[in-house]
């Protein structure tokens, strides 16, 4: 049952253009999501997140859009650089106190010069 | 401030063994949580300790456990190892109250043959 959804397991954009990473989700408990960047032989470092009492958080060239009524959060990378290119993770939290993150399957993001 | 560190980065071993992991988090942080990343399947949350009690465990079989000590560092234990059990294994610690924001460790790369 995977609560946390990447239904695009690539996207490939050319540099200066705009990356959107989707994110969809299915339990109406989470409020609390969170976006993560991974580079191969690396850990997840975090990158973005957004309360459920927000629609829209932004830093820098990232920006994370929550639509809590379709279940769907995005990420948006503008201007999308090389160095971009990596694995994104999105993942959800419940506030239960507890520590426990569920994560989509991610997106490998290219971006080529 | 040094980071989450993981040991071994990389290991091998055979079907039926066993094997522990390690994982040292940010000094100050008390809570660690494990996860099992495999290819399409994203970070599955294996469970998460804090001040040396399990708060929260994940739908693995009782093959994988884990303890913390009284300084934070943890350890996850993996026995009667299976070819599934292959698979990045990833350490992230967090103050574990009011920070919902993991930093993640390198993983340990685990082949079983």
């Known amino acids: 049952d995977q609560q946390v959804k990447q239904n695009s397991p690539s996207l490939s954009v050319q540099e200066g253009r705009i990356s959107i990473l989707n994110c969809d989700y299915t339990?109406?408990?989470?409020?609390?999501f969170l976006w993560y960047k991974k580079y191969p032989a690396e850990g997840p470092t975090f990158l973005i997140s957004i309360s459920s009492i927000k629609d829209k958080n932004e830093d820098g060239r990232f920006t994370v859009f929550l639509n809590k009524s379709a279940k769907h959060l995005s990420l948006h990378i503008v201007p999308s650089q090389p160095g971009d290119s990596a694995v994104y993770f999105c993942a959800a939290n419940m506030n239960t106190g507890f520590q426990k993150l569920v994560f989509g399957t991610g997106t490998r993001l290219l971006v080529s010069p | 401030k040094a980071g989450v560190t993981q040991t071994p980065r990389y290991l091998i071993k055979t079907r039926g063994q066993q094997v522990t992991l390690s994982c040292s988090p940010i000094s100050g942080h008390r809570s660690v949580s494990w996860y099992q990343q495999t290819p399409g399947q994203g970070l599955q949350f294996l469970f998460e300790y804090f001040s040396e009690t399990q708060r929260n465990k994940g739908n693995f079989p009782g093959r994988f456990s884990g303890r913390q000590f009284s300084n934070s560092r943890s350890e996850m234990n993996v026995s009667t190892l299976e070819l599934g059990d292959s698979a990045l294994y990833l350490c992230?610690?967090?103050?574990?109250?009011?920070?919902?924001?993991?930093?993640f460790g390198s993983g340990t790369r685990l082949t079983v043959v």
């Open positions: 339990n109406s408990m989470f409020d609390y």
């Open positions: 992230a610690s967090s103050n574990g109250q009011n920070d919902l924001g993991y930093t």
